[in-house]
T-cell receptor, first 113, second 115 residues
Framework: SQQGEEDPQALSIQEGENATMNCSYK?????LQWYRQNSGRGLVHLIL?????REKHSGRLRVTLDTSKKSSSLLITASRAADTASYFC?????????????FGKGTKLTVNP | DTGVSQDPRHKITKRGQNVTFRCDPI?????LYWYRQTLGQGPEFLTY????????KSRLLSDRFSAERPKGSFSTLEIQRTEQGDSAMYLC?????????????FGPGTRLTVL
């Protein structure tokens, strides 16, 4: 079963606008990661935030993590048409040394030129 | 190209047939993962290898599924007696030994269609 949910399920914006996606999860985590998936292709790692971090930046990406609310957000600033993709959060769990990543259902982002 | 590679990229088969997929991880990545992704969903974990040892298996991996990594390099995922519900994208990922965090590098996937 999936760990949690991304919100919204779909987002359509104009080029140059900011896009914000949210992720909620259910159990204790070591870290939370965001991945991008272009249509029908594999996943590309974007950014990782550890459970003891609250905010992290990478280029046009900003990630926040609130462990008390079990939620994270991904902000893409100054969006481009090339940012059109599905975005997934994935959690690395603390339990029993498991290696698996648990993914949400994703947010489908469309950036219109 | 030094990324994770998967073969074939697409597979169409009839119900009841057996299929086998191959994954070649990034060189010197000793950890290898298989995930399954159905339409509109995120990837779901199937199994994990450290070198040749299969250390973790999901309950999703029914007895019709078997994965191997005999020499600790490439891996194969076999599905026997395929069912229409097996139609999905099968993703392989790898990561290096000694990495401090569980960041996984994904291949392009094999899309399976069972008719």
């Amino acid at each position: 079963s999936q760990q949690g949910e991304e919100d919204p399920q779909a987002l359509s914006i104009q080029e140059g606008e900011n896009a914000t996606m949210n992720c909620s999860y259910k159990t204790s985590i070591n870290n939370l990661q965001w991945y991008r998936q272009n249509s029908g292709r594999g996943l590309v790692h974007l950014i990782l935030i550890r459970s003891n971090e609250r905010e992290k930046h990478s280029g046009r990406l900003r990630v926040t993590l609130d462990t008390s609310k079990k939620s994270s957000s991904l902000l893409i600033t100054a969006s481009r048409a090339a940012d059109t993709a599905s975005y997934f959060c994935a959690t690395a769990l603390t339990q029993g040394g498991s290696e698996k990543l648990v993914f949400g259902k994703g947010t489908k982002l469309t950036v219109n030129p | 190209d030094t990324g994770v590679s998967q073969d074939p990229r697409h597979k169409i088969t009839k119900r009841g047939q057996n299929v086998t997929f191959r994954c070649d991880p990034i060189s010197e990545h000793n950890r290898l993962y298989w995930y399954r992704q159905t339409l509109g969903q995120g990837p779901e974990f199937l199994t994990y290898f450290q070198n040749e040892a299969q250390l973790e298996k999901s309950r999703l991996l029914s007895d019709r599924f078997s994965a191997e990594r005999p020499k600790g390099s490439f891996s194969t995922l076999e599905i026997q007696r395929t069912e229409q519900g097996d139609s999905a994208m099968y993703l392989c990922a790898s990561r290096p030994q000694g990495a401090k965090v569980n960041e996984q590098f994904f291949g392009p996937g094999t899309r399976l269609t069972v008719l």
